[in-house]
C-alpha cells in the first residue's frame, strides 16, 4: 500500500466526488437523445467549472485531447483557483465516459476522474493501448501480454482452483476483437460483451458481483490510465500496452516523453504513488445508478477509492434544482 500523499491530503476526498456529479448532471438531461457530441460538450463544460473551483494547482495530464483539439480539458490545460500556490496536481478525466452509451440510454456510462501527485499519472497519448486487467486475490504475474488469450485465461482458472470453461472474460465488441472472442469461446471460457466503457469493464473484475474474471482486448490508452488509478485503490493487476496505426501516433507518444513504443506497462507504472480515483453514475450499470430526476430534485451514485488507505466510499446525493 502506498504511503500518504501530503499533497493529496490537502485535496478532500468529497471535492473530487463533486466534480464527478457535477459532470454525470450535465450530461444527464442528455441521455437517450442521440446527440452524443452535444451529451459529451455539457459534461466537459460542467466538470472544468467544477474544477476551477477547487483550490488547487491542477493540471490535466489525460483529458479531451491536445490544445488544438479540444476547447477545453485539453491535455496541458491549468485547472483551479490557486495556481502557483495550491497543491500541484496531475489530472486524469473522462467527463463522459461512454459518449454512445449515454446518447442510447444504454448502461454503464459514467463520469470519471482520477487525481495523483505530480508526475504520478502516465501522460498517455490518445491511441490505443491492449488491456489486460484481473482483480484482487491473484498470484503476482498470473497475466502477461506476452501469453495468448488461452494461456492467460488457464493461468487466471489454476490460480483460482477452476477450470477455464468456468472463467468469464470481458470484452469490447469490436470486428477487431473477432479472434479473441473466437479464441476465448473455443476453450469454454464464456464473454461478457460491451459496447463501450472500458473503464467499467476493468473495475468489473474487481467486484464479484459482476461474474467477470479478466478483462481483455485493445481500447483507449487514456481509459487505461483512468482504470489502474481504481486498480491501485482496490487491488488487482493490469498490463498495458500502447498499439500504433501510424507514424503520426509514434510521433505522438514520443511528444509526450514515451521512448519505448513496446513496452508492457504494469499497474504501479501507469498510476503511481498515492491517488484518488472517483466516478458517478451517468446511466444505470454494474457500478452504480445513473442519475434520476424526481420531481425537482437529481439524484446521484458516486464511489471514490483512495490508493494509500484502501478506503472504498459509495456516496448518495440528492441535488435540488
Known sequence: MP??????DRVLVLEMVRVTEAAAIGASTLIG?????????AAVEAMREALNGLEIDGTVVIGEGERDEAPMLYIGEKVGSAQGTGPKIDI??????????????GPNSLAVLAIGEEG?????????????????????????L?????????????????APNEI????????RHEKLIAELRSIGCGVVLIG???????????????TIDVYMGSGGAPEGVLACAALRCVGGQFKGRLLFRNED?????????????????????????DCIFAATGVTDGSLLDGVKRRGKVMTTESVVMRASSGTVRWVKGEHRL
Not at 437523445?33 to 460538450?41: L, P
Not at 504520478?120 to 489486460?132: G, H, I, R, S, W
Open 249 to 273: 501516433e509514434r510521433a505522438r507518444a514520443r511528444k509526450w516523453g514515451i521512448t519505448d513504443l513496446d513496452k508492457q506497462y504494469d499497474l504501479k507504472e501507469l498510476a503511481k504513488g
Open 3 to 8: 504511503t500518504a500523499s501530503k499533497v493529496l
Open 92 to 105: 486524469a478525466l473522462d467527463p463522459l465516459e461512454g459518449t454512445t452509451i449515454c446518447a442510447k440510454a
Open 168 to 175: 468469464i472474460a470481458c470484452v469490447l465488441d469490436r470486428p
Open 33 to 41: 437523445r442521440g446527440d452524443e457530441k452535444a451529451a459529451d460538450a
Open 120 to 144: 504520478c499519472l502516465l501522460n498517455a497519448p490518445d491511441v490505443y493501448m491492449d488491456k489486460l486487467a484481473v482483480g484482487p486475490g491473484l498470484p503476482d504475474s498470473v497475466i502477461d
Open 196 to 210: 463501450d466503457g472500458d473503464v467499467a469493464g476493468v473495475i468489473a473484475t474487481t467486484n464479484p458481483d459482476t
Open 146 to 162: 506476452d501469453k495468448s488469450p488461452t494461456e492467460n485465461v488457464r493461468a487466471i482458472a489454476a490460480a483460482k482452483g477452476v
